[in-house]
């Protein structure tokens, strides 16, 4: 862990202890590089809500839809804001890390972006065909709209599908399934509008510039958020296979194969040929 490293996980703690009951702040290691730290000189608030970490309260809760290889993870946030919600624009961003045995098929997502809330933006290549043994990890940020839910609290959902990928075989029979782990994301606020209520010079959260929206590329602040939650990383249960029955699964693959195609051959020559007349043939 380098210097820089060192001196923000130092940071995030002061943070939490300042912020008081929260119990998860996330701050991967890929914020270095992809989302920049706002020195306080160059903290603006003409264009950004920052929150005042002892007003206003996140809360995260996740679940996990469908079976198989194929799986949905729905993400409701709830930010309690301190103060001037109505006069708003508000955005959340996850900063959400994949670990190898996990991916997102892009094409998919970006057909699904046009009706939905959900707005992913990539930042890599993701190989949808690689095993998790041969696969990096991700990181992916997700925009959403946050809409008012009475009072003074935003809230949001999000619907991610996500693919797990395949293990590496195992050797003996005591194996039958691996386990992939989505990590809880972090949680970003951006907001525009009468900023002037939400402000407060005695804010202690931390600045980042990043992407202002998927289709917006402007550079805008947000705000990192603290949060509650009882939820643990989702886990998955991906089955894997077996390398005791490499041979025996090769052996009847080439013996369905050969038998299949000597069927077909068979079938060709054994079939009575058609007696077609050639049309200029008297």
Not at 139 to 149: E, F, H, N, Q, R
Not at 202 to 222: F, I, K, N, P
């Amino acid at each position: 862990m380098g210097t820089n490293a060192v001196i923000l996980a130092l940071t995030v703690l002061m943070y939490c202890s300042v912020c008081g009951n929260s119990k998860q702040v996330y701050i991967p290691e890929e914020f270095d590089g992809r989302l920049r730290s706002v020195d306080k000189d160059e903290q603006s608030t003409a264009d950004v809500v920052k929150t005042h970490c002892h007003g206003n309260r996140a809360t995260i809760h996740r679940t996990k839809e469908k079976e198989g290889f194929h799986r949905n993870v729905i993400t409701d946030v709830e930010i309690k804001m301190k103060s001037g919600v109505d006069s708003l624009s508000c955005q959340l961003l996850q900063w959400q890390s994949l670990p190898p045995s996990i991916y997102i098929d892009t094409y998919q997502v970006q057909s699904r972006q046009q009706h939905s809330n959900t707005k992913v933006l990539t930042f890599d290549d993701i190989d949808v065909e690689k095993p998790d043994y041969l696969s990096p990890n991700h990181t992916i940020a997700v925009y959403s709209k946050l809409d008012s839910k009475g009072g003074d609290v935003l809230s949001c959902q999000t619907d991610l599908p996500i693919h797990l990928r395949y293990q590496r075989p195992s050797e003996t029979d005591d194996e039958s399934f691996g386990t992939a782990t989505l990590p809880l994301p972090s949680l970003l606020l951006h907001c525009e509008g009468d900023v002037k209520q939400a402000i407060n010079s005695s804010d202690c959260g931390l600045l980042y510039e990043a992407q202002c929206s998927l289709t917006d590329h402007r550079v805008c602040q947000w705000q990192l958020l603290s949060y509650d939650t009882e939820d643990d990383p989702l886990t998955f249960q991906v089955p894997i296979g077996n390398q005791q029955y490499t041979l025996l699964v090769t052996t009847v693959t080439m013996a369905a194969s050969i038998l299949g195609c000597l069927v077909l051959l068979m079938s060709m020559i054994m079939s009575p040929k058609s007696d077609v007349k050639h049309p200029h043939q008297d």
